[in-house]
């Protein structure tokens, strides 16, 4: 196997020509030519590549596939087995960014440098209102989920390697959640008294479940009879443009399938829960879905929109005087609540579904912290506690 570079623009551009031998169905001698433009030594570099991969069986031949193309369809062959908030993050971030700043390249001439290009101008100018750059932890979202795409076109024979992996996303800070304390809850749910989330609120705050996993709970999975009550996660719902509600298991990986034991002011709202819905049924009979038997339904029995408990619930908190905290904050309400009552990590870990406990101290750092300070606290008055002890031992001997 031989290859040979033709210089076609003195030192700017040349063709590299590699003899592959005889094609085995039809007999003719196969070529492969390739243009560079750029340095010889950039032609030669890629030349030996190309005859390595040959002789190592790796090449691909590349085709006009562009990343647009090839996005849409992993979109659909592949993301659209995710959970549907996740295939909604995906499809937003592909063509609201991606597919506008690189979907025209093709995919097999996709190099690093134009993936860390498309980081630093969404770093810039990626807001869609025009006012600025993205978060790096939007842009680490973007690179999360092209690593993980082109991952597939390797697998999938597109690509020989990954030019993601080649790049450096933006670290992004930690987060901000805003948790909050249980006379801060307390406001919350006075002023929810009445109003038709009211129970979910109380739920979602004392389980620490995800809206997903609260919204998809059904009666089947929830068990209020004997000394043990619980909740069983079981699978997560989400809307999905074109397809509706969507319900799907509830995580990929063992953690998420859980069972949650229930507190008493949780097991008082699921009852009260079940009370109302018992008179929109009768109110609604004709138009109710009982077939979803769903604990957290909309008023005829279908799965609730999540943007509109999201509004609901910001207007109440900004009521009350939190204007930063979103319904997702009494998931992390609930965490916070139990570390700092002391309740180890790997409890609260099993109880919010994590993973892995790395997850759940990373999260909650902020209150580890404070554990860990209270923990010398108490460490320093044990030891003043035992010195004073000894110390009396001691006199007590010497008086005897």
Same mark, same amino acid.
């Given at each position: 196997m031989t290859g040979r570079i033709v210089e076609l623009i003195k030192g700017k551009k040349y063709q590299v020509i590699i003899e592959a031998g005889k094609?085995?169905?039809?007999?003719?001698?196969?070529? /492969?030519?390739?243009?560079?433009?750029?340095?010889?030594?950039?032609a030669e570099k890629l030349c030996a590549d190309i005859i390595y991969k040959l002789e190592h069986g790796t090449y691909i031949k590349p085709d006009k596939t562009t990343l647009a193309e090839y996005l849409r369809k992993w979109l659909k062959t592949y993301a659209a087995n995710?959970?549907?908030?996740?295939?909604?993050?995906?499809?937003? /971030?592909?063509?609201?960014?991606?597919?506008?700043?690189?979907g025209r390249v093709q995919l097999s001439k996709l190099q690093?440098?134009? /993936?860390?290009?498309?980081?630093?101008?969404?770093?810039?100018e990626g807001r869609r209102d025009g006012k600025g750059g993205l978060s790096a932890a939007s842009v680490q979202?973007?690179?999360?989920?092209?690593?993980?795409?082109?991952?597939?076109?390797?697998?999938?024979? @597109?690509?020989?390697r990954n030019p993601a992996d080649l790049t450096e996303p933006p670290t992004p800070e930690q987060p901000e959640i805003f948790p909050l304390e249980p006379d801060q809850l307390d406001e919350v749910l006075?002023?929810?008294?009445?109003k038709r989330d009211e129970y979910l609120y109380i739920v979602a705050a004392y389980t620490g479940m995800r809206e997903g996993e609260l919204l998809a709970l059904t009666w089947n999975n929830v068990d209020l009879t004997g000394d043990d009550p619980v909740c069983r996660v079981r699978q997560t719902v989400g809307y999905i443009s074109g397809q509706g509600f969507v319900f799907r298991p509830t995580a990929k990986h063992k953690k998420g399938r859980r069972e949650i034991?229930?507190?008493? /002011?949780?097991?008082t709202a699921l009852k009260q829960q079940k009370k109302m819905l018992a008179q929109e049924m009768l109110l609604n009979a004709q138009t109710y879905n009982r077939e979803n038997n769903l604990v957290f339904p909309n008023s005829v029995g279908e799965p609730m929109d999540p943007s509109g408990l999201g509004r609901r619930f910001k207007t109440i908190?900004?009521?009350?005087? @939190?204007?930063?905290?979103r319904f997702h904050?009494?998931?992390?309400?609930?965490?916070?609540?139990?570390?700092?009552?002391?309740?180890?990590?790997k409890i609260v870990q099993e109880r919010l579904g994590h993973q892995t406990i790395g997850i759940t101290m990373d999260t909650y750092t902020h209150v580890i912290k404070g554990m860990q300070k209270e923990a010398v606290e108490k460490m320093n008055e044990y030891l003043k506690n035992k010195k004073r002890h000894q110390k009396g031992t001691k006199e007590q001997k010497d008086r005897l």
């Open positions: 094609n085995p169905k039809t007999g003719r001698r196969s070529r /492969i030519k390739r243009t560079v433009n750029g340095r010889k030594v950039e995710k959970a549907p908030s996740t295939y909604n993050g995906y499809k937003r /971030i592909v063509e609201a960014h991606i597919i506008p700043q690189l690093p440098m134009q /993936i860390q290009e498309y980081y630093t101008n969404r770093l810039r979202r973007h690179h999360a989920l092209l690593r993980q795409a082109l991952h597939h076109a390797v697998k999938w024979g @597109f690509l020989s006075e002023l929810a008294q009445g034991p229930l507190m008493d /002011i949780t097991v908190a900004r009521e009350a005087g @939190f204007p930063e905290v904050d009494l998931r992390h309400t609930h965490a916070t609540m139990l570390l700092k009552q002391g309740i180890h990590p």
